[in-house]
């Protein structure tokens, strides 16, 4: 059974406001560690973002470490779920464009979450890397023997089942991950009707037999 991260948050809150606190200082972290990476981030300016004195943090969270676990574990119980519902039993090409939707999906509705992880990523993944080699590539695993059957069966065009999700990830991630860059090119338009119209066409293309 694949390790996970250490829980990082002290017991449950006893009482709506700490409920509310604790949501409020995760939120301001989540935004602190997109914008800064974690050793950019301060415990003062996640504070500060959270409209909270220091001490008052310290009361929820130990640390800034007990604030970006809390928030990598959050995010790793839903990041895989796009993936996990490709459906063996659908129509090969639309089960892996909808699989691209809902990677784009990701990116647009969770802009934080994904450089968050990117971040991670980035700094060798320290806390995660037992999940990526666990339940990430047991999942990859399996959908990639998927895709080969499809490939085998004559219903999708050959492809390498891994690259084609490596593909997935880089072309959707993007354009949460380098959203200044996409909107600077774009003249700030909204990028993702587009995306998806390209994405669409461009694996729809490759995919069919």
Do not use: C
Not at 161 to 173: D, E, G, R
């Amino acid at each position: 059974m694949t390790k996970k991260p250490a829980r990082a948050e002290k017991s449950a809150p006893r009482t709506r406001i700490q409920r509310e606190k604790r949501e409020e200082i995760l939120q301001a972290g989540l935004t602190v560690f997109a914008a800064e990476g974690f050793r950019g981030a301060t415990l003062d300016r996640i504070a500060a973002e959270a409209g909270l004195s220091k001490p008052n943090l310290l009361y929820y969270y130990p640390s800034k470490e007990a604030i970006h676990e809390t928030l990598l574990e959050r995010l790793l119980a839903t990041w895989l779920d796009p993936l996990r519902a490709l459906d063996p039993a659908g129509d090969p090409v639309e089960e892996i464009l909808a699989y691209v939707g809902r990677k784009l999906d990701m990116s647009r509705d969770f802009p934080r979450e994904s450089r968050l992880f990117a971040n991670e990523i980035l700094r060798g993944a320290p806390r995660i890397e037992p999940v990526l080699k666990g339940d990430l590539k047991s999942l990859v695993d399996t959908k990639s023997k998927v895709i080969r059957d499809w490939i085998a069966a004559g219903r999708i065009a050959p492809v390498d089942p891994y690259h084609l999700i490596f593909s997935i990830w880089a072309l959707t991630q993007h354009y949460a991950d380098f959203d200044v860059q996409v909107r600077a090119v774009l003249d700030a338009a909204d990028p993702y009707p587009g995306a998806e119209a390209f994405l669409d066409g461009l694996y729809r293309r490759l995919l069919s037999p």
